[in-house]
Each structure stands twice: as C-alpha cells, then as structure tokens.
C-alpha cells in the first residue's frame, strides 16, 4: 500500500509524516519524501532557490527525481509487501508545477499537462491524506523564504488539490490542519490506521 501526505507549504506535512514513523502502525513500513536526498532532488533544491528557474525546465527535474525515488525506493518497497508512506509525491507536481506553469502561452490546462506526463509510469497512491490549510496560514507558517511559500501562489496551488480531490475522492482523506499540532497528528494517524 502506498500512502502520500499532501498539502500546501506550511499543512504541516512533515510534521505528520514524523508522527507516523513515531507510531506504531503494525506492519512493515519505509518512510519516504519527495523531493528525495538523491542527487536528482539536490538539483530540484537548487531550482527551488533560484528565482529565474524556467519552470518547464523545473517540471523535468522534479519528475526525474519522482522517477528514481519509483526504480529505487518505492516500487522495491512495495514488492517486499511493506507500506510506504511518502512526504510529498506526484499529486505535488500535479498541484505546484500545475500552477508554475499557469502562464505558459502553450498549455491550455497545465495540470493536466502534468498528469499526463506521469500517467504510463508512475504508480498512483492508494491512500492520500491531505493536510487542507488556507494559503494564507501556509504561507505565515512556512515563512515565505521561498517562490513557492507566497500566499498568491499557494492560492493556485490549493485550487489545483481541490481539482484532484475532486476526481479522484475516495482517495483522498482531508484532515483540517488549522487545529493545534497534536490534534492533526493524532487524525492523520487515526486514518493512516483505519487504512491499513
């Protein structure tokens, strides 16, 4: 079973996600994140920091890094009969390169673009828990350091989360993460388990 925890910067996802590796789920489990600590995801952190990044070009570097994490930490999990439980996955591309590419004169429907990229190759979750804040709260959490912590942006972002919840609902668990950490936590655990 794969699980991915989504939402925007600052849904507290991380934090969920050490809460998982904390608990005790009762069975075999890898913990993974996207983007990975391969040299593929260093060069997604290093488009990330730059503000000039050509986000056509960014797409690619994010999708190479989702396609090692696949060949080397996922599928191979998933072949042993352990669960994985990922930090962030393709529903992020969908949602961030989604809107990234929001102005580029050739694409119509960006996150469409996007999916269909993936769609002969990836392997899709069975469960994802989504961390639902409002762009503001997540933009003051996450401080804004970066192009994709601005409230505008994960505006966009957050539209692009409610076009996939909507096709796909039985997928998705949203959990309100608004509330004190500990009780989200408990809720995204509380699901993650009722799953499994």
């Known amino acids: 079973m794969l699980v991915t925890l989504e939402g925007i910067d600052g849904s507290g996802k991380t934090s969920a996600w050490e809460a998982l590796r904390a608990a005790e789920l009762g069975v075999e489990t890898t913990f993974t994140r996207e983007p990975t600590d391969s040299w593929y995801g260093e060069a997604v952190a290093r488009s990330i920091d730059d503000e000039g990044a050509d986000s056509l070009a960014e797409l690619f570097l994010y999708t190479a890094d989702h396609a090692d994490h696949l060949s080397r930490v996922v599928r191979p999990a998933l072949d042993r009969g352990e669960v994985v439980i990922s930090d962030r996955y393709s529903d992020s591309r969908y949602a961030y390169q989604g809107a990234t590419l929001a102005d580029h004169p ?61 096709a796909e609902p039985d997928r998705f668990v949203r959990i309100d993460a608004e509330r004190p950490p500990d009780i989200v936590q408990q809720a995204v655990t509380e699901a993650v388990r009722e799953r499994l």
């Open 106 to 166: 050739e694409l119509d429907d960006p996150l469409a673009f996007v999916r269909e990229i993936h769609d002969l190759w990836t392997r899709p979750p069975d469960l994802t828990v989504y961390l639902d804040v409002s762009p503001s709260v997540g933009a003051e959490r996450a401080g804004a350091t970066n192009k994709f912590e601005q409230t505008d942006y994960l505006q966009s972002v957050a539209e692009n989360y409610e076009r996939l919840i909507e």
